[in-house]
């Protein structure tokens, strides 16, 4: 079945620091793949989406590439601020957007 | 202002009292979804619902029980709680299916005694 696996946590950088999360996915057909940010105490939030092969997502200075050869769509932004610690995560979903799979999810802490 | 609303917050109860979080959006969306979040398994999927009277399992639907009457609200139902259902539960809603922005709800925190 489908399933996604996300990088263990937490990750703890400076601010400034180049941040990197992990996530790699099984799907049996073309999936749509997202990045979801919860901070503490609320709900998930939608950070970026890629719906195809080499689409890449973009939002607040995250990115993310739909890697079909290597099934990865990794998270990145080029300089953490401490307001980005949250937990991150990934999640898929089929062709029919009904059923979706999340990853474990990754806290990430940002130090000032 | 849009928005999904979850109640109650947190919730402590005792194992076969039959409970329901209520799940409302004001968004008029077709699609809304119910989910559970343990540490370490990231958020599991128990049911969906495509429009009113239209239903269909997660990965974890067992033990619970749904219903869309109404297209703003989908209720959750746990009619015998078991202790293994305590969680922390999001309600989701969303225009189209899943394909567009899910809204999350603030959660509710479950324990079953």
Same mark, same amino acid.
């Not at chain 1, 696996?5 to 793949?33: D, H």
């Not at chain 2, 959750?76 to 225009?95: D, K, V």
């Given at each position: 079945?489908?399933?996604?696996? $996300?990088?263990?946590?937490?990750?703890?950088?400076?601010?400034?620091?180049?941040l990197t999360i992990n996530c790699t996915y099984t799907a049996t057909g073309y999936p749509s793949l997202f990045w979801y940010v919860q901070y503490p105490g609320e709900g998930l $939030?939608?950070?970026?989406?890629?719906?195809?092969?080499?689409?890449?997502? =973009?939002?607040?200075?995250?990115?993310?590439?739909?890697?079909?050869?290597?099934?990865?769509?990794?998270?990145?932004?080029? =300089?953490?601020?401490?307001?980005? =610690?949250?937990?991150?995560?990934?999640?898929? =979903?089929?062709?029919?957007?009904?059923?979706?799979?999340?990853?474990s999810g990754t806290k990430l802490n940002v130090k000032p | 202002e849009a928005q999904v609303t979850q109640n109650p917050r947190y919730?402590?109860?005792?194992?076969?009292?039959?409970?329901?979080?209520?799940?409302?959006?004001?968004?008029?969306?077709?699609?809304?979804?119910? *989910?559970?979040?343990?540490?370490?398994?990231?958020?599991?999927?128990?049911?969906?619902?495509?429009?009113?009277?239209?239903?269909?399992?997660?990965?974890?639907?067992?033990?619970?029980?749904?219903?869309?009457?109404?297209?703003?609200?989908?209720?959750?139902?746990?009619?015998?709680?078991?202790?293994?259902?305590?969680?922390?539960?999001?309600?989701?809603?969303?225009?189209?299916?899943?394909?567009?922005?899910? *809204?999350?709800?603030?959660?509710?925190?479950?324990?079953?005694?």
């Amino acid at each position: 079945g489908d399933s996604v696996t $996300q990088m263990e946590g937490p990750v703890t950088l400076s601010e400034e620091a180049f941040l990197t999360i992990n996530c790699t996915y099984t799907a049996t057909g073309y999936p749509s793949l997202f990045w979801y940010v919860q901070y503490p105490g609320e709900g998930l $939030q939608l950070l970026l989406k890629a719906t195809k092969a080499d689409d890449k997502g =973009s939002n607040k200075g995250f990115e993310a590439t739909y890697r079909k050869e290597t099934t990865s769509f990794h998270l990145e932004k080029g =300089s953490v601020q401490v307001s980005d =610690s949250a937990v991150y995560f990934c999640a898929l =979903s089929e062709d029919n957007f009904n059923k979706f799979y999340f990853g474990s999810g990754t806290k990430l802490n940002v130090k000032p | 202002e849009a928005q999904v609303t979850q109640n109650p917050r947190y919730l402590i109860t005792v194992t076969g009292k039959k409970l329901t979080v209520t799940c409302s959006q004001n968004m008029n969306h077709e699609y809304m979804s119910w *989910y559970r979040q343990d540490p370490g398994l990231g958020l599991r999927q128990i049911y969906y619902s495509m429009n009113v009277e239209v239903t269909d399992k997660g990965d974890v639907p067992e033990g619970y029980k749904v219903s869309r009457k109404e297209k703003r609200n989908f209720p959750l139902i746990l009619e015998s709680p078991s202790p293994n259902q305590t969680s922390l539960y999001f309600c989701a809603s969303s225009s189209t299916g899943g394909k567009n922005i899910q *809204y999350f709800g603030a959660g509710t925190r479950l324990s079953v005694l």
